[in-house]
């Protein structure tokens, strides 16, 4: 039953592997399409220059994102208590 069960999930990655590279290759190649109504999925460096009337910012935190302000020394000092 076990082997069966990893078999199948097996199966699934393979074919969203399969989706996965079909789409980036759309993506490379194809045409530009008119873009209401549909979702961009971008790294920041990349959307730089363009215009959206909504944006989400996934896994944004304080301490992983660029800052302008200068390096507190104390935020540093805690990572050694």
Known sequence: ???Q???GELERIAENRRSVYGLSDDIEGGEEADP???VTISTMH???GLEWDRVYLI???EYSFP???ETDNYLSERWFV
Do not use: E, F, P
């Open 36 to 38: 209401a109504g549909q």
């Open 5 to 7: 069960a990893v078999a």
């Open 67 to 69: 800052s302008a302000q």
């Open 46 to 48: 990349r959307a730089k």
């Open 59 to 61: 896994s944004l935190n």
């Open 1 to 3: 039953m076990a082997a």
